[in-house]
């Protein structure tokens, strides 16, 4: 069983930076790839970024890649995915996602409720 709890969404400036974290509770974290998804205002969750159990791969959305970077620490049992350059476009709810489907799988899966934990997200609001 792996819980997980968001921080760091809140209001920023477009061009500005935020830094979201996800903290994860259980002794199988190492395990799991995580990533994260948003869901915006009207729409469908979308895949945003994920990383293997090691942290060698990486993968992100195209409309993130070259803005966003995910990390993680399994000393700590945390994820972190930090936001540049952010767009209006970005403003959505961020929910932490854990799975052990293999990080490079993710952008095909069926979204948020495909994985097999997430959180209960956090709001990244940006203003133009």
């Known amino acids: 069983q792996v819980q997980l709890v968001e921080s760091g969404g809140g209001l920023v400036q477009a061009g500005g930076s935020l830094r979201l974290s996800c903290a994860a509770s259980?002794?199988?974290?190492?395990?799991?790839?995580m990533g994260w998804f948003r869901q915006a205002p009207g729409k469908e969750h979308e895949f945003v970024a994920s990383i293997s159990w090691s942290g060698a791969y990486r993968a992100y959305a195209d409309s993130v890649k070259g803005r966003f970077t995910i990390s993680r620490d399994n000393a700590k049992n945390t994820v972190t995915l930090q936001m540049n350059s952010l767009k209006p476009e970005d403003t959505a709810v961020y929910y932490c996602?854990?799975?052990?489907?293999?990080?490079?799988?993710?952008?095909?899966?069926?979204?948020?409720?495909?994985?097999?934990?997430w959180g209960k997200g956090t709001l990244v609001t940006v203003s133009s």
């Open positions: 259980g002794r199988t974290f190492s395990t799991y790839a």
């Open positions: 996602a854990a799975d052990r489907r293999p990080a490079s799988n993710w952008h095909d899966s069926a979204g948020l409720y495909d994985m097999d934990y």
